[in-house]
């Protein structure tokens, strides 16, 4: 397997695209929040391709990926062992619906249909429906879920181009289907379906603020970090290491400038908005997320930003921070994880 280039995503590549999935092959996939490494999530040998692609651990379970809400239902259980009904886990999934196609993504009791490679052997299973036209197209195409984790090596920074597939994982797919760049630029938010109310697993592109309009309240766990006292979210999902989505590079928020280890000259900085002359002069190379410091372009452009500055001529990166709400929060918690060492 391995492709040379990217594939625009016109209606024949699209077909193509399904016919080497059918045949149980990996193909890098758009979504609208960053790029998807597919596989026919009914294969259990294409599912264990994803992993050995990505240099995932076995543990750490996939998203299915469904193009309507109904096509969700096979794979997803929402009665107790009797087949009654569970009324809390049908409304919220009812809910649930009301986001998708869109950035969410839920986690719920599975059914037998779902493969165990997807769900690592766990009796939940994450699933949603994307909102960019070319996946969705696919996912008509196809008669069956598209299992798909964001297509980086495992720890990497996750792709929001084309390009940033080809760079990593060009000898593992049969083709990179391109349906420009990704428009959210953040993966999507993950919630559980609970009892006592959903639970935030990951924050992403939609933020809590939307999904309590919906759902009420969403449960947040913390959890007291030992080194710095402070209190901080802790998540559920297998997949949220304290260290992910990193540059090669140490990275620093901002505001911490004064602990960057003397022998670091040439600095870099990530800037959320345009930064005043006296300020620029200072780096050694620069990237502005935004012209006006809109979070939602902050998001967007993040990650291509992460990766420019891994191959920038600087030893270091310094990096803004904002406010732990709306889409912020997402931000913030990428931006953690980048600097953890
Ligand atoms: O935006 C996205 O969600 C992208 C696009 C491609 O859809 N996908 C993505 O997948 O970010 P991935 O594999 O990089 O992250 C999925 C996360 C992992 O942290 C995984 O542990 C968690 O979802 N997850 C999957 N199934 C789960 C389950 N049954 N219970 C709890 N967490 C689960
Ligand atoms: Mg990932």
């Known amino acids: 397997m391995g492709c040379h280039c990217t594939t625009p995503a016109?209606?024949?590549?699209?077909?193509?695209?399904?016919?080497?999935?059918?045949?149980?092959?990996?193909?890098?996939v758009p979504t609208e929040t960053v790029y998807g490494l597919g596989a026919d999530a009914t294969n259990p040998q294409a599912v264990a391709n994803i992993f050995r692609a990505k240099g995932r651990p076995s543990t750490n379970p996939l998203i299915l990926h469904v193009a309507s809400p109904e096509a969700a239902s096979p794979w997803v259980r929402l009665t107790d062992s009797a087949g009654q009904p569970?009324?809390?886990?049908?409304?919220?999934?009812?809910?649930?619906?009301?986001?998708?196609?869109?950035?969410?993504?839920?986690?719920?009791?599975?059914?037998?249909?779902?493969?165990?490679?997807v769900t690592a052997g766990a009796d939940t299973v994450a699933i949603r429906v994307p909102n960019h036209p070319v996946m969705l197209s696919l996912l008509q195409t196809c008669p069956f879920p598209i299992a798909a984790p964001s297509a980086n090596r495992s720890n990497y920074i996750s792709p929001t181009r084309a390009e940033h597939v080809l760079a990593a994982l060009a000898d593992q797919v049969a083709m990179i289907l391109d349906g420009g760049d990704c428009r959210c630029g953040l993966e999507s938010t993950i919630i559980r379906l609970a009892a006592e109310g959903v639970e935030l697993l990951r924050p992403g592109a939609i933020p809590i603020e939307s999904l309590e309009t919906v759902f009420g309240p969403v449960r947040v766990p913390m959890a007291t970090d030992s080194t710095e006292g402070n209190v901080t979210a802790v998540m559920a999902a297998p997949g949220m290491m304290r260290k992910h989505y990193s540059p090669a590079k140490p990275m620093y928020p901002v505001g911490v400038s004064e602990s960057l280890p003397v022998a670091i000259h040439r600095?870099?900085?990530?800037?959320?908005?345009?930064?005043?002359?006296?300020?620029?002069?200072?780096?050694?190379?620069?990237?502005?997320?935004?012209?006006?410091?809109?979070?939602?372009?902050?998001?967007?452009?993040?990650?291509?930003?992460?990766?420019?500055?891994?191959?920038?001529?600087?030893?270091?990166?310094?990096?803004?921070?904002?406010?732990?709400?709306?889409?912020?929060?997402?931000?913030?918690?990428?931006i953690d994880r980048a600097c953890a060492r």
């Not at 999934?93 to 196609?101: I, K, L, R, V, Y």
């Not at 930003?305 to 889409?327: M, N, P, S």
Request: charge should be negative; charged fraction near 20%; proline fraction near 4%.
């Open 10 to 28: 016109s209606a024949e590549a699209i077909q193509q695209a399904a016919e080497h999935l059918a045949a149980g092959r990996l193909v890098a």
């Open 86 to 117: 569970i009324p809390w886990l049908q409304q919220q999934w009812e809910c649930t619906a009301t986001f998708w196609p869109g950035p969410l993504t839920v986690v719920v009791p599975k059914s037998n249909a779902v493969a165990d490679g």
């Open 267 to 334: 600095v870099g900085r990530i800037a959320f908005a345009p930064l005043a002359d006296d300020q620029a002069s200072r780096y050694a190379w620069i990237a502005t997320l935004s012209e006006k410091g809109d979070l939602e372009e902050v998001a967007r452009n993040l990650y291509g930003a992460l990766r420019l500055a891994d191959a920038a001529d600087c030893d270091a990166i310094l990096i803004d921070v904002c406010e732990r709400t709306g889409i912020g929060r997402a931000i913030m918690d990428r």
